[in-house]
């Protein structure tokens, strides 16, 4: 914000000496004026039109001068949450037309050179300023220039000015400061994608359906699968966060999240296969002829469908999907342990029919589901012809 005294000096003589100039060209205008009256000769100063043209100019100057210094040393006094960037550009854009427009001759003039040094040198910092008046500058970047320019930015004091901005060596690393302002506009866009997939999986809840006359005791086929469709949208957003050099802030939350995602998307592929297997063997060992043959197997059920029970009212208690799956470790145990009992029964189920089917070949033309519906309704052999 230095300026040349010689010029403001300059400028100040200019002033005073308007004053007299126009105390003189109104007794010149006066006294020619009075001969005009009584007819005499108007007496000519040419050197007096001389010195109005050069003062003219000088004004030009001189004014532009005044308002370039006001205007520039103005900005140092204005609160950084109100600096108005393209609005100092505007400005100083205008100041430069107005420099480019003044008669040549005026150029080699100190003053000239003054004003458009004082506009060049704060147009050098306005790019960066603007850059790091961006609302993505979080206190982590403002730490870490001041760690490279060794000056304190004091950004959350009420009276913090463009001037305590302007104090510091910002030309000095230029390239380095741009950097981390442009980190920091690629960090707010990585934390907006990451709070989006928060966000929707925050108030993504399970549907449920109901099964015979038992209450609502599955997931809804349709409405999970577009759940899990969804989760491979949000878990791409997530991949490409992960690979985006940029992250560094967020990474062990992004990690975070590609894990409960991840993890999800397994339970719900185990929960479907326990269910399809869960509702095909329900129909077999709750009730009728094939349960009283295979007693034990029965019995196995008869503890698989508690737990499945247990699982559909932890469901409903905690119907957010995320939460419900990886919240705790219920299910995590509990669904691997119950696969491989209804596997246990399936594959004891498909023994029983296999003998069935020894003693009446015709039945290896008929499939597991139909020959089951077969040996349900049927308490004798009779009705088997």
């Not at 002033?15 to 006294?31: A, G, L, N």
């Not at 205007?71 to 420099?99: A, H, P, R, S």
């Not at 008929?366 to 088997?384: K, R």
Request: glycine share 4%.
């Amino acid at each position: 914000a230095v300026v040349s005294t010689q010029s403001t000096g300059a400028s100040e003589r200019v002033s005073i000496f308007q004053v007299k100039f126009d105390d003189m060209w109104q007794k010149y205008e006066t006294y020619s004026g009075g001969e005009e009256l009584f007819g005499l000769t108007v007496t000519e100063y040419p050197e007096l039109h001389k010195i109005k043209r050069e003062l003219n100019l000088l004004q030009k100057l001189y004014g532009l001068y005044n308002d370039v210094i006001n205007t520039v040393n103005g900005y140092y006094d204005i609160l950084w949450v109100e600096v108005d960037i393209e609005q100092i550009m505007n400005e100083l854009n205008d100041f430069q037309n107005k420099c480019r427009k003044l008669p040549k001759g005026l150029k080699d003039w100190e003053a000239f050179l003054d004003l458009k040094k004082k506009i060049d040198d704060f147009n050098e910092s306005c790019p960066l300023l603007e850059m790091m008046a961006n609302k993505a500058m979080e206190k982590r970047h403002w730490q870490r220039i001041e760690d490279l320019t060794k000056y304190k930015f004091d950004i959350e004091s009420e009276t913090f000015q463009l001037r305590d901005i302007m104090k510091a060596p910002l030309l000095t690393y230029k390239e380095d400061i741009e950097d981390i302002c442009v980190a920091a506009v690629k960090e707010r866009d990585i934390e907006g994608k990451l709070k989006q997939v928060m966000v929707e999986w925050s108030t993504q809840d399970f549907s449920f359906g109901t099964f015979k006359n038992r209450g609502e005791m599955l997931l809804k086929g349709n409405e999970t699968a577009e759940i899990v469709s969804l989760m491979e949208d949000s878990l791409m957003i997530l991949g490409s966060l992960l690979s985006n050099r940029y992250n560094a802030p967020f990474k062990a939350n992004i990690q975070k999240w590609v894990a409960n995602l991840t993890g999800t998307t397994e339970i719900i592929e185990q929960w479907m296969l326990v269910q399809n297997l869960w509702i095909y063997l329900e129909a077999v060992f709750v009730g009728g002829d094939i349960a009283k043959q295979l007693p034990q197997e029965a019995k196995r059920f008869q503890n698989i469908d508690k737990s499945w029970a247990k699982i559909m009212a932890y469901a409903h208690e905690n119907p957010n999907v995320v939460q419900c799956c990886v919240g705790d470790e219920m299910l995590a145990q509990l669904l691997p342990h119950l696969l491989e009992q209804l596997e246990i029964c399936q594959k004891s189920l498909t023994g029983y029919l296999e003998k069935k089917r020894l003693l009446f070949p015709r039945f290896f033309f008929v499939s597991d589901p139909a020959l089951l519906e077969i040996l349900g309704q049927a308490s004798d052999s009779h009705t088997l012809r």
